[in-house]
C-alpha cells in the first residue's frame, strides 16, 4: 500500500513512544493500581465479613467470584476509556500542530495509536489483573493457611467451564455461544465508538461519547419497546430470538468497521483550531 | 577566522546596507585584520557577525570583488588582493576630500564657525 | 515552490483571509510583517496544512499542503509561537525525529546551539522559554526543510536572544532554503530579509522583495503602509 510504509511506521512508534512515555506510563499505572485497589478493597471486605462472622471461612474461592467480576468489569471500562484516548496527541494546540505536521501518513500514525491504546490498552489490564492475583495471593498468604490459598483468575476459568458445561447439559449451548458473540461484537463496536468520539472532540471527549451512548442506547429501548407493543415479537421462537442475537452481532461488527474508518477520515482532515477543540 | 564583535555594527540609514557592509570590510583591511594575500571570512560567517541578510552580504562580497579589493579562489573563499590597502586609504581620502569637506564647509557657514576657530580646535586635538 | 492560491478562510462569520494570494520562490528569507490578530499565524498554518482553506488551495510543489502527503511534510518544518517540549533529552529528541527528515544535519545544531550558548544536551522540560525557543529553532534550521517557517521567532527572546537568532539564522541557514517569517517586531528581522509582505486583517497591502540598491527603513516602510491602509 502506497500509504503504509513499515520503516516509516515503526519510526512513529518509536518517536511517539519516546514523547509520550510519561502519559503512557501514568494511564499504565492508573489502571493497574484502580485494578490491584479494587482487588484490595473487595479482600478487605471479605475479611470483614469473615470476622463479623457473617461470611463462610476466608479461604472460599465463591467468595472471590465477585472480585474477578468486579475486575473484569472494570477492566473492560479503563479499556473503554483508553480507547477514548486514541488521539491524546491532540488535546493541546501544540500537539496538535506536531502530530500533524509530522511526516508521516495518516494511515501509519491511526494504525500505531489503536495498537497503542485499544491492544495496549487490553494488555497494561491484563497485567492489572495479574497482579491483582498476586496482590490477592500475598494478602491470603499473611491471612489464612496456605492449603486454603487460591486464584482469582483461576476462579473466572473454574466459573466459565462449569457454566459451558452447565449449558451444554441443558441444551442452551447455543445461547451460550451467541451470547458470546454478541458480547464480542458489542464490545468491538463499543471501543470503535469510543474512537470515533475522540476523533469529534479531543478534550472531555470519554464523558460525552458516553452521554451520546447512553442516549442512544434509551433511543434503542423505546424503538424495542414500541415495536414490541406494535406486536412484531408475537411469534417470537426460541429460534427466532437466536438469529436476531446474531444478526445484532453483526450489524455491531459492522458499525465498529464504519466507526473505525469514519473516525480514520476524521483524523486525516484534523484541524489545528475547530470550533469544538480549541 | 571569526571576529568577534562584541557590539553589533549599527547600520544607517543613509546608505545601502551593502555598501556599510563593504565599508566594514574595507576598515578591517585598512587596519590590517585581514593582510593582503590573506583570507577574509567568508560570507556566511560575516552575515552571521553583522547579523543580516547572506544575500545581502554576498552582494557586499562581489562590489568589493568589482572594486579590486578582494578576489575570489573557487572553493577557497575570498581573499585580499595585493595593493588593496592602498586603494582603500586612498578612497577613502578621496571621499573624504569631496564628501566630508563639503559637508563640514556648509555646516560651518551654517553655524557660523570661522577657520580661524576650526584650526585652533584642530590644534588643540595634536593633530 | 509555494503557491498560494485565492484562499479564503475563516473562523464561523468572521473571515481572516479573503481571496489571498502569493508566492514563495526557492531561497531566501521572507518577512511576513502585520500586527498582531490580522491573520499571520492563521496564514503559516493554511500553508503547513493545519488548516483547511474554505476556498482556493496552497500548494507546495505543485501538492496540496492539505492532503498531509509526508513526501511533502518532509519538506516543511513549523516554529510555532509556543510550544512544549516533550520530557526527554535533546539527544533522545533528535534520534526519534530525524528519521521523518532526510537532510538533517548535526553540524548545524551544533553551530545554532553555539550561538546560543546553549549546551549541546539538555533534558528539555526544565527549560524555561527563551531556552526551548532557542533549542527549537535550531532544530529547526539543523532540519533544512526546503520550506521553513516560523511564528513570531523573537516574540520572548530578550535583547541579546534577539541578537542570537540572526546570527543563528545567518550560520544555520542553507542554500535554497526558503525561510519564512512572521512577526509584528519589525526590527529584530529587518536586516534578515530578502522579500517582505504586509497584511492586515483585510488582506495584502505590499508584497515585493527588498531593493538592496537603495537604504530601507523597513519599520518606517511597515508603519507607513498600515497607516495609507487606515490603521
Known amino acids: 500500500m502506497k500509504n503504509f510504509n513499515m520503516q516509516r511506521f515503526m519510526d512513529y512508534a518509536r518517536y511517539d513512544s519516546t514523547i509520550n512515555k510519561t502519559y503512557y506510563r501514568n494511564m499504565s499505572l492508573m489502571a493497574v493500581l484502580t485494578l490491584m485497589g479494587l482487588t484490595l478493597?473487595?479482600?478487605?471486605?471479605?475479611?470483614?465479613?469473615?470476622?463479623?462472622?457473617m461470611g463462610s471461612s476466608m479461604g472460599d474461592p465463591t467468595d472471590a467470584t465477585i472480585t474477578i467480576i468486579v475486575l473484569v468489569a472494570a477492566a473492560s471500562i479503563l479499556t473503554t476509556i483508553f480507547a477514548g484516548c486514541t488521539f491524546h496527541n491532540l488535546r493541546t494546540k501544540q500537539g496538535r500542530i506536531f502530530e500533524l505536521t509530522l511526516p508521516a501518513s495518516t494511515l501509519e500514525k491511526y494504525v500505531w495509536h489503536l495498537m497503542a491504546c485499544i491492544v495496549g490498552g487490553h494488555l497494561v489490564c491484563c497485567a492489572g489483573i495479574v497482579l491483582s492475583d498476586v496482590l490477592n495471593a500475598i494478602l491470603g498468604v499473611i491471612t489464612y493457611p496456605l492449603d486454603q490459598q487460591f486464584s482469582l483468575i483461576a476462579q473466572w476459568f473454574h466459573n466459565t467451564r462449569m457454566m459451558s458445561e452447565l449449558s451444554a447439559k441443558t441444551g442452551l449451548d447455543s445461547v451460550l455461544y451467541s451470547l458470546g458473540l454478541v458480547t464480542l461484537c458489542y464490545t468491538f463496536f463499543s471501543l470503535s465508538f469510543y474512537v470515533l468520539g475522540n476523533s469529534f472532540k479531543y478534550r472531555y471527549n470519554v464523558i460525552l461519547t458516553y452521554a451520546v451512548q447512553q442516549a442512544l442506547s434509551f433511543v434503542l429501548y423505546i424503538i424495542l419497546i414500541i415495536m414490541g407493543a406494535m406486536g412484531w415479537f408475537k411469534d417470537f421462537t426460541p429460534g427466532n430470538f437466536l438469529a436476531s442475537m446474531d444478526y445484532s452481532a453483526l450489524v455491531c461488527f459492522l458499525l465498529g468497521i464504519l466507526c473505525f474508518w469514519y473516525a480514520y477520515v476524521r483524523f486525516g482532515k484534523a484541524v489545528v483550531t475547530s470550533r469544538m477543540n480549541k | 577566522m571569526l571576529l568577534h564583535i562584541r557590539n553589533v555594527m549599527e547600520f544607517k540609514e543613509s546608505k545601502a546596507i551593502y555598501l556599510q557592509i563593504a565599508d566594514y570590510l574595507m576598515n578591517q583591511i585598512l587596519h590590517g585584520t585581514f593582510r593582503e594575500g590573506e583570507r577574509i571570512i567568508s560570507v556566511r560567517e560575516c552575515a552571521a557577525d553583522l547579523e543580516v541578510n547572506v544575500n545581502t552580504c554576498m552582494r557586499a562580497y562581489e562590489w568589493l570583488c568589482q572594486q579590486?579589493?578582494?578576489?575570489?579562489?573557487?572553493?577557497?573563499g575570498y581573499f585580499v588582493c595585493e595593493g588593496a590597502q592602498k586603494a582603500?586609504?586612498?578612497?577613502?581620502?578621496?571621499?573624504?576630500?569631496?564628501?566630508?569637506?563639503?559637508?563640514?564647509?556648509?555646516?560651518?557657514?551654517?553655524?557660523?564657525?570661522?577657520?580661524?576657530?576650526?584650526v585652533a580646535r584642530l590644534k588643540d586635538t595634536g593633530i | 515552490m509555494l503557491e498560494i492560491r485565492n484562499i479564503t478562510f475563516g473562523y464561523d462569520k468572521k473571515v481572516v483571509l479573503n481571496d489571498f494570494s502569493?508566492?514563495?520562490?526557492?531561497?531566501?528569507?521572507?518577512?511576513?510583517?502585520?500586527?498582531?490578530?490580522?491573520?499571520?499565524?492563521?496564514l503559516l498554518y493554511l500553508i503547513m496544512g493545519l488548516l483547511r482553506p474554505k476556498s482556493g488551495e496552497v500548494l507546495f510543489n505543485g501538492q496540496n499542503t492539505f492532503g498531509r502527503n509526508p513526501d511533502v511534510l518532509k519538506h516543511m518544518f513549523i516554529v510555532p509561537?509556543?510550544?512544549?517540549?516533550?520530557?526527554?533529552?535533546?539527544?533522545?529528541?533528535?534520534k526519534r525525529i530525524r528519521p521523518f527528515y532526510p537532510?538533517?544535519?548535526?553540524?548545524?545544531l551544533k553551530d545554532c546551539l553555539e550561538v546560543?550558548?546553549?549546551?549541546?544536551?539538555?533534558?528539555?522540560?526544565?527549560?524555561?522559554?527563551?531556552?526551548?525557543?532557542?533549542?527549537?529553532?535550531s532544530l529547526a534550521l539543523a532540519i533544512r526543510a526546503e520550506l521553513l517557517v516560523m511564528d513570531e521567532p523573537t516574540n520572548g527572546l530578550d535583547i541579546p536572544a534577539k541578537s542570537q537568532f540572526r546570527k543563528a539564522i545567518a550560520r544555520g541557514m542553507s542554500e535554497n532554503q526558503t525561510i519564512l517569517i512572521s512577526t509584528h517586531q519589525v526590527r529584530d528581522v529587518e536586516l534578515l530579509l530578502d522579500h517582505v509582505t504586509i497584511i492586515n486583517q483585510h488582506g495584502v497591502l505590499l508584497n515585493e522583495p527588498i531593493n538592496t540598491e537603495e537604504p530601507t527603513d523597513l519599520e518606517k516602510l511597515f508603519l507607513d503602509t498600515l497607516a495609507t491602509a487606515g490603521e
Open chain 1, 41 to 53: 478493597v473487595g479482600f478487605i471486605g471479605r475479611w470483614g465479613m469473615y470476622k463479623m462472622k
Open chain 2, 68 to 76: 579590486q579589493v578582494i578576489f575570489t579562489k573557487r572553493g577557497l
Open chain 2, 88 to 118: 582603500i586609504l586612498r578612497e577613502q581620502q578621496e571621499e573624504f576630500m569631496n564628501e566630508t569637506i563639503p559637508g563640514l564647509a556648509s555646516k560651518m557657514r551654517a553655524l557660523g564657525i570661522s577657520i580661524e576657530e576650526l
Open chain 3, 22 to 42: 502569493m508566492k514563495l520562490e526557492n531561497g531566501g528569507v521572507y518577512g511576513l510583517l502585520g500586527k498582531n490578530g490580522t491573520g499571520k499565524s492563521t
Open chain 3, 81 to 94: 509561537e509556543e510550544y512544549d517540549l516533550p520530557n526527554t533529552t535533546l539527544s533522545a529528541y533528535i
Open chain 3, 103 to 108: 537532510n538533517f544535519d548535526e553540524q548545524i
Open chain 3, 116 to 137: 546560543f550558548e546553549m549546551p549541546a544536551d539538555v533534558n528539555m522540560k526544565s527549560l524555561s522559554m527563551g531556552q526551548k525557543k532557542k533549542i527549537y529553532i
